[in-house]
């Protein structure tokens, strides 16, 4: 193992440190922010987009591959509006889900917290990328991106986007980790890394997720 995903996943891990801790009102500012960061960076993702879809094509990528490949004005639009959409939803933490008193007097309660570090592995839709670090980030977590290959460009121009509003909000880039690199070794060893993914999701095809489900040593949502 190279080690590369490792230093990832321990910088994501500290920053999730920062996630965590954040008042209910940061984190939807923070979501907010993320938003309007990809509306003022759409030029740049649109761009990024356009050259992925340059070499899908010349790859012999399918009709509907290009489609789910594909970012227009519309959609990314609809990335920003994604994200407004889970800062607007009740914040989870410290949520009382079940509460109990015991013949003693004591008070039980199930309380709502953070998982930690969540891994998203997913395929050629790109707007996954600001979708799922809303959705972790809004639950004080930290996410680590694997997106396919084929996306690479459009992925990273939309973590850009994400970094420059952690940025702004004082809180650490690491807390969206984007898998560069897009070596199936890679994969592997996030999928072993127990001491620091608390949750692995993969999104895509049925054979993505049998990989996922049978080389992976974190527990998985399928």
Same mark, same amino acid.
């Given at each position: 193992?190279?080690?590369?995903?490792?230093?990832?996943?321990?910088?994501?891990? /500290?920053? /999730?440190?920062?996630?965590?801790?954040?008042? &209910?009102?940061?984190?939807?500012?923070?979501?907010?922010?993320?938003?309007?960061?990809?509306?003022?960076?759409?030029?740049?993702? *649109?761009?990024?987009?356009?050259?992925?879809?340059?070499?899908?094509?010349?790859?012999?990528?399918?009709?509907?591959?290009?489609?789910?490949?594909?970012?227009?004005?519309?959609?990314?639009?609809?990335? &920003?509006?994604?994200?407004?959409?889970?800062?607007? /939803?009740?914040?989870?933490?410290?949520?009382?889900?079940?509460?109990?008193?015991?013949?003693?007097?004591?008070?039980?309660?199930? /309380?709502? =917290?953070?998982?930690? %570090?969540?891994?998203?592995?997913?395929?050629?839709?790109?707007?996954?990328?600001?979708?799922?670090? &809303?959705?972790?980030?809004?639950?004080?977590?930290?996410?680590?991106?694997?997106?396919?290959?084929?996306?690479?460009?459009?992925?990273?121009?939309?973590?850009?986007?994400?970094?420059?509003?952690?940025?702004?909000?004082? *809180?650490?880039?690491?807390?969206?980790?984007?898998?560069?690199?897009?070596?199936?070794?890679?994969?592997?060893? %996030? *999928?072993?890394?127990?001491? %620091?993914?608390?949750?692995?999701?993969?999104?895509?095809?049925?054979? %993505?997720?049998?990989?996922?489900?049978?080389?992976?040593?974190?527990?998985? =949502?399928?």
């Amino acid at each position: 193992m190279s080690g590369y995903v490792r230093e990832l996943a321990l910088a994501a891990r /500290q920053a /999730q440190v920062a996630i965590a801790a954040c008042e &209910a009102i940061k984190r939807y500012a923070l979501l907010e922010g993320m938003a309007a960061q990809l509306e003022a960076g759409q030029a740049g993702i *649109l761009a990024a987009n356009a050259d992925d879809m340059q070499r899908a094509a010349a790859a012999g990528a399918t009709k509907a591959s290009l489609d789910r490949l594909l970012l227009d004005a519309a959609r990314v639009q609809g990335m &920003a509006a994604a994200l407004r959409e889970v800062a607007a /939803q009740p914040d989870p933490l410290g949520m009382v889900t079940r509460s109990e008193v015991r013949p003693n007097g004591l008070v039980v309660e199930r /309380q709502r =917290i953070p998982l930690g %570090l969540v891994a998203m592995i997913y395929e050629a839709r790109p707007n996954v990328t600001a979708e799922a670090a &809303a959705l972790c980030l809004k639950a004080g977590n930290a996410v680590l991106l694997r997106g396919g290959s084929e996306a690479a460009a459009s992925n990273a121009a939309i973590a850009a986007c994400l970094h420059a509003a952690l940025r702004d909000m004082g *809180l650490p880039e690491a807390a969206v980790s984007l898998v560069a690199d897009p070596a199936r070794e890679h994969v592997l060893e %996030l *999928l072993q890394l127990t001491d %620091l993914v608390d949750l692995a999701i993969p999104r895509g095809g049925e054979s %993505l997720i049998r990989f996922v489900a049978e080389h992976a040593r974190v527990p998985v =949502i399928k």
